[in-house]
């Protein structure tokens, strides 16, 4: 089955564009994959063939008519016509490789390239559009949006790549970055290849080959790690306290989180932004026979005492959120300004009424 792809555009004329040449060029001269393109004009209203209007409410640009594309899309897709509906749009899901693979292994996508400051949202519900965005960016139009996700998808479709496998083994197939490639010449500007590569020992190459992968990973894209399995993903720190809900009162009254759980028997979970907190019923007051303004010793650095428990909030402006806490007047008596620390954080902590000491930090 050949894999067609359906544009609806105000400007046919952008297409195939650079989907001409190269690989998705070739596989289109060989009918691997088919495109045709809708004129959103021919659907226009009035003496001029409108296709926008003003924004409904004010403000900036011009809005896509929901009529208009309507239109455009039932004279493209009949009723049996399963393939997804796609709308190239910012405030779409990001596009990864598994929706490219998903896609490619369809029988053909539609795809809507929107214009101006977007599309009427009621034809986004009626005709069930699948929002996708290429990145956090904004373009001026779909079209080169959706000529890049038709040059992700058509290179996977069978017999497109001379070489099947180089498209398994890329970044991202296998949620991690492709390792770093090396070619002749032996020596360029004074640099060698890496001398495993030229071993001719392919268990070793392999080995260092997925090393260097994670690696890459780690230090570039580290939020990728977080889909292999196993990974931890995220920490929740316990903290002990005597009265569960006067305790949920303060981390929400008080620090601004939100109280997502709570079993008044034992247990509450907090949050704010991504962090999570989760209280813990305790009887344990020893905590409260401890000279909490006592200072000590702790990494060369002086610290005040406080209960057993504690943790570490990282934030991005910690001057900000202590000027916060300063004007809601919650700060402890002896939470001192944010400080530069020697390993490399500027931060300041609180007491919560339980002798927790929470620190805000934030990496210099
Ligand atoms: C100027 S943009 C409209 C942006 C819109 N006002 C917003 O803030 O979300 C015009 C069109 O370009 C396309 N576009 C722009 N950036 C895009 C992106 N990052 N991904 C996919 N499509 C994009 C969309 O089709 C969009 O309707």
Not at 103 to 115: A, D, K, N, T, Y
Not at 148 to 161: C, E, H, Q, S, W
């Amino acid at each position: 089955m050949t894999f067609k792809a359906s544009i609806i555009t105000l400007y046919p004329e952008m297409f195939p564009g650079s989907l001409g040449l190269s690989l998705a060029g070739n596989a289109l001269e060989k009918d691997t994959w088919q495109l045709e393109t809708t004129n959103l004009r021919d659907f226009g209203k009035g003496k001029h063939a409108n296709v926008d209007d003003t924004p409904a409410g004010g403000g900036a640009g011009m809005v896509l008519r929901a009529d208009v594309l309507a239109e455009a899309i039932d004279a493209t897709v009949d009723k049996e016509d399963i393939r997804p509906r796609l709308l190239m749009s910012p405030r779409g899901k990001p596009l990864t490789q598994e929706r490219v693979r998903e896609l490619s292994q369809g029988g053909g996508v539609v795809i809507v390239c929107g214009r101006f400051e977007g599309v009427d949202e009621r034809v986004i519900e009626e005709r069930d559009l699948e929002e996708v965005s290429i990145g956090d960016y904004i373009l001026s139009g779909g079209e080169p949006a959706a000529i890049i996700l038709l040059d992700a998808i058509v290179r996977l479709l069978p017999g497109v790549m001379g070489n099947d496998e180089s498209g398994e083994t890329e970044s991202f197939e296998n949620g991690l970055l492709e390792h770093p490639p090396y070619t002749r010449p032996a020596e360029f500007e004074g640099k060698t290849i890496p001398e495993i590569l030229t071993s001719g020992n392919h268990g070793k190459v392999d080995e260092w080959r997925k090393l260097q992968s994670l690696e890459l990973t780690k230090s570039r894209r580290p939020d990728l790690l977080e889909t292999q399995p196993g990974t931890p993903t995220h920490i929740m720190p316990a903290l002990p306290v005597t009265d569960l809900l006067d305790g949920v009162a303060f981390y929400r009254d008080t620090l601004g989180f939100s109280c997502v759980f709570l079993d008044e028997g034992g247990t509450a979970v907090l949050q704010l932004g991504k962090v999570e907190l989760h209280l813990w019923l305790s009887n344990d007051e020893s905590w409260k026979s401890r000279d909490l303004n006592e200072k000590q010793i702790v990494s060369g650095a002086e610290t005040f005492i406080a209960g057993t428990h504690s943790c570490r909030i990282e934030v991005n402006d910690v001057f900000a959120l202590y000027e916060h806490y300063k004007k809601l007047r919650c700060l402890h008596p002896n939470a001192q300004a944010p400080e530069k620390k020697p390993w490399d954080a500027t931060e300041f902590g609180i007491l919560d009424p339980y002798g927790n000491l929470i620190i805000f930090f934030e990496w210099l």
